[in-house]
DNA sequence: GACCAGATTGTCT
DNA sequence: GACAATCTGGTCA
């Protein structure tokens, strides 16, 4: 089953833990490749010193302020992207990083974009995993409900998952907050 | 395994 | 002009 727009209006802390087992699905014009989600990161509105949404809305961010279940795809350290999920109430500029995947479908092509075979290197981290699913800026605002990248339930396997939660990583502000999470024992996570 | 520097450019102050 | 929600490849152990 595919995550509907109320899914996507619950507050980031939620459905980022939620996204944890879920498969991110990416039908590209190369070819379809299918990752299970293992490992997330909240970022909260104006309140979050950590988040791009902490000093309002820009051009950069404008996606962030936008309805719910949107791709916010973003520009950093000059030559990465990185994936997340536009979450909570229309305005609010909350999000959830998608920060690691199992690969599950379309191996070849994901290591063929990603220039390794080591399986556990695919998809480790949030600009990894978005050179392995294809995932291009151009998707940036894309509505994650009717789009080319959708995100699809677990099913009731997801209530058994034991969640590790965790301070996030990369950040300079906020760094005590607990708001990583990762499936307690997968092999897939990043570090 | 741990630690460190370099890459490289859009965005905001 | 500074810096960034990162990755890779190097060194040293």
Do not use: W
């Not at 490749?33 to 990161?41: A, D, K, P, Y």
């Not at 051009?59 to 350290?77: E, L, S």
């Not at 996030?168 to 005590?176: N, V, Y």
């Amino acid at each position: 089953m595919i995550f509907k727009r109320d899914f996507y209006r619950q507050n980031a802390v939620i459905v980022a833990r939620k996204l944890l087992g879920s498969y991110l699905v990416h039908q590209s014009p190369e070819g379809k490749t299918v990752g299970r989600i293992v490992e997330t990161e909240a970022y909260l509105g104006k309140d979050d010193p950590a988040s791009h949404a902490y000093r309002g809305k820009t051009r950069r961010n404008a996606v962030m302020f936008g309805p719910p279940g949107h791709a916010y795809i973003y520009f950093t350290y000059g030559m990465h992207y990185c994936f997340n999920v536009v979450t909570g109430k229309n305005g609010v500029g909350e999000a959830a990083l998608i920060r690691a995947l199992e690969p599950l479908e379309g191996l070849e092509l994901i290591k063929q974009r990603r220039k390794t075979v080591n399986v556990y290197q695919l998809c480790s981290g949030p600009a990894k995993l978005v050179q392995a699913m294809g995932i291009t800026p151009d998707l940036n605002g894309s509505d994650l409900t009717s789009g080319p990248l959708q995100i699809f339930t677990a099913g009731i396997d997801n209530e058994k998952i034991e969640i590790i939660t965790a301070p996030r990583i990369g950040i300079s502000q906020a760094q005590d907050l607990p708001l990583r999470f990762y499936i307690k024992g997968n092999s897939y996570i990043s570090h």
